[in-house]
C-alpha cells in the first residue's frame, strides 16, 4: 500500500489552504485591532508545562503525543496553546497587561470524526494580568466579532462561571458526594468519570448519566460573593454590547485551570456532537501553577477546522480565488513565456503558463481552467514583428469599453498595458 498521512491528518492543499489562511490573517486583524500582538511559541514543550496545568483531563493524561529527545528531555507537542503561553509569560515577565494572539496546529491522540483530528489548528487570544470583568468581555467580544465578521449567523455562545478556586473546590466535592450516592444510575463509562474528576460528568452526553446530572447541584449555589459580582458584571458587559448569550450552568469546558468565568462558542450549522467552534474562560491560577507570581488571565482558541466547516454549512467565507490574471501561450518554444511570466509577475500580475511546448490548442484550453481575464499569444510571426497578441478569455469578456477580443501590442509595451488592464479590471463584471 503507498504512504498516507498519519491517521486523523491531513494535508490541506490549495484552495483550501488559501482560505485556512485567509481566515488566519482576518483573525489577526481582528486581534491586532483590539491591540493583542502575536506570539509564535514552540510546537513542544516539557511535559511539565501540560502535567502542571491539567492532570485530571483526558487532554493531559491520555490524549497526548510525547516522546524523549535524544538529549534524553521529556516532551509533548502541545495539546493546546494557554498553558505554553502561561508558560511563555512566567519566562520573560511582559508589562502588564499582557494581550497575546496566536494561530497553529494542535494535537490531540483523539478518535478521529468528522471535525475531529489529531493534528488540527486553533487561533486564540490570551490576556494576562487584569481580573477586570472588562477584560473578559473584551476577549469574548473579540472572539464574537471574529465569528460574526466570518458571516457566521448561525452562533450559540453560552457563558458560566466556576467560582473561584474554593468555590470550585467546594462545589466539586459537592457533586462527588452527590454523584456517589447515585452511582449505581451512571453509566459504567460515568462512573469511570466520576472516579477521576466529578465535573467532566456534567457533560456526558450518556442519557443514563445526564438524568442523574440533571438533578445535581448547581455551581450558582457555592460561587463566594466576589465571584458572583465578577459573573454579574461580565454578563451586564456582554449585554451592553448586545452580545447575545445563554447562562449554561453545566459547562464547564475540558481543562482543569479555570476560575470563574468559563464560555463556549457553539454552531448550529454542524453536527451535534461536533459543534463547538471554540471556548476559553478564566484561568487565574494557570500562571502561579506554573511558578509564575499570582497573575490572572483570561482567554480562549478556536478551532480553524471546525470554523470552515460551519462557514461550509452556512455558504460564507469561500475561498479566495486563485486564478491567474493572464495566461501566457507560447508556441515558440516557451522561453519567451519564461521572459514575460517573470516581468508581469514583478510589476505583480498573476501570471500562469504552460511547460513542455505543447500545442495552441492545448494551451487555451490550459489558459481556459486558469481562470485568466486576459492570455497572451506568442507565435512565430509576433516574435517576427516584435509584437504580442492579447486577447479577452471567453467569460472575460470587456463590458462596455467596446474593447476588441483580440489585438496586438509592442512588445516592449506589455507590462505597462497588462498592469493598466489589471488595475482597471476589478468591478468592471467580469468572473474572477
Ligand atoms: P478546547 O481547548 O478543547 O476547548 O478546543 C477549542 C476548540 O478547538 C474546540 O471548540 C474545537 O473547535 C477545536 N478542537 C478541539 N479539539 C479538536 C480536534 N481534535 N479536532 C478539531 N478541532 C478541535
Known amino acids: 500500500m503507498s504512504l498516507q498521512a498519519p491517521r486523523g491528518t491531513r494535508d490541506i492543499l490549495a484552495p483550501d489552504s488559501a482560505r485556512l489562511r485567509a481566515l488566519v490573517e482576518a483573525f489577526a486583524s481582528a486581534a491586532e485591532l483590539a491591540g493583542y500582538g502575536q506570539v509564535v511559541s514552540p510546537m513542544f514543550e516539557l511535559i511539565e508545562v501540560f502535567r502542571r496545568v491539567g492532570e485530571a483531563t483526558d487532554i493531559v493524561s491520555k490524549e497526548m503525543y510525547q516522546f524523549r529527545d535524544p538529549g534524553d528531555r521529556h516532551l509533548a507537542l502541545r495539546p493546546e496553546l494557554t498553558a505554553s503561553l502561561a508558560r511563555a509569560f ?12 496566536y494561530e497553529g496546529p494542535q494535537f490531540r491522540y483523539e478518535k478521529p470524526q468528522a471535525g475531529r483530528f489529531r493534528q488540527f489548528n486553533q487561533v486564540g487570544a490570551e490576556l494576562f494580568g487584569s481580573d477586570d470583568p472588562q477584560a473578559d468581555v473584551e476577549v469574548i467580544a473579540l472572539a ?13 455562545l453560552a457563558v458560566n ?9 467546594a462545589y466539586l466535592a459537592a457533586l462527588a458526594a452527590y454523584f456517589e450516592g447515585r452511582s449505581a444510575e451512571l453509566s459504567a463509562q460515568g462512573r469511570e468519570t466520576l472516579g477521576r474528576n466529578p465535573l467532566r460528568l456534567l457533560d456526558s452526553k450518556r442519557p443514563e448519566d445526564r438524568a442523574v446530572v440533571a438533578s445535581a447541584p448547581v455551581i450558582d449555589d457555592y460561587w463566594s460573593e466576589a465571584a458572583a459580582a465578577h459573573f454579574g458584571a461580565v454578563l451586564a458587559g456582554l449585554e451592553a454590547l448586545g452580545i447575545p448569550f445563554e447562562r449554561n450552568q453545566r459547562l464547564v469546558r475540558g481543562l ?7 464560555f463556549e462558542l457553539a454552531s448550529d450549522a454542524l453536527d451535534g456532537a461536533q459543534d463547538a467552534v471554540g471556548g476559553g474562560g478564566r484561568y487565574d491560577g494557570l500562571v502561579a501553577d506554573l511558578g509564575g507570581p499570582d497573575t490572572p488571565g483570561v482567554g480562549f482558541a478556536l478551532g480553524v477546522d471546525r470554523l470552515l466547516l460551519a462557514c461550509d454549512a452556512e455558504g460564507v467565507f469561500p475561498a479566495p480565488s486563485g486564478a491567474a ?39 487555451m484550453k490550459a489558459a481556459d481552467r486558469s481562470g485568466a481575464r486576459w492570455a497572451l499569444l506568442v507565435g512565430d510571426d509576433e516574435l517576427a514583428d516584435g509584437v ?13 469599453s467596446g474593447e476588441s477580443i483580440q489585438r496586438q501590442i509592442p512588445r516592449a509595451a506589455v507590462a505597462a498595458e497588462v498592469a493598466r488592464l489589471v488595475a482597471g479590471s476589478t468591478g468592471d463584471g467580469s468572473t474572477q
Open 90 to 101: 512566567v519566562q520573560h515577565r511582559p508589562t502588564l497587561p499582557w494581550k497575546a494572539w
Open 144 to 156: 464574537w466579532r471574529f465569528c460574526t465578521g466570518l458571516g457566521l449567523r448561525k452562533l450559540r
Open 161 to 169: 462561571s466556576l467560582g473561584d478556586r474554593a468555590d470550585r473546590e
Open 256 to 262: 482543569d485551570y479555570y476560575r470563574r468565568t468559563a
Open 325 to 363: 490574471d493572464v495566461f501566457v501561450v507560447d508556441v515558440t518554444g516557451g522561453g519567451e513565456a519564461t521572459l514575460l511570466a517573470e516581468e508581469l509577475r514583478r510589476t505583480g500580475v498573476r501570471v500562469q503558463r504552460a511547460f513542455d511546448g505543447r500545442s495552441m490548442k492545448a494551451q
Open 388 to 400: 504580442v497578441s492579447l486577447r479577452r478569455m471567453r467569460g472575460h469578456e470587456a463590458t462596455a
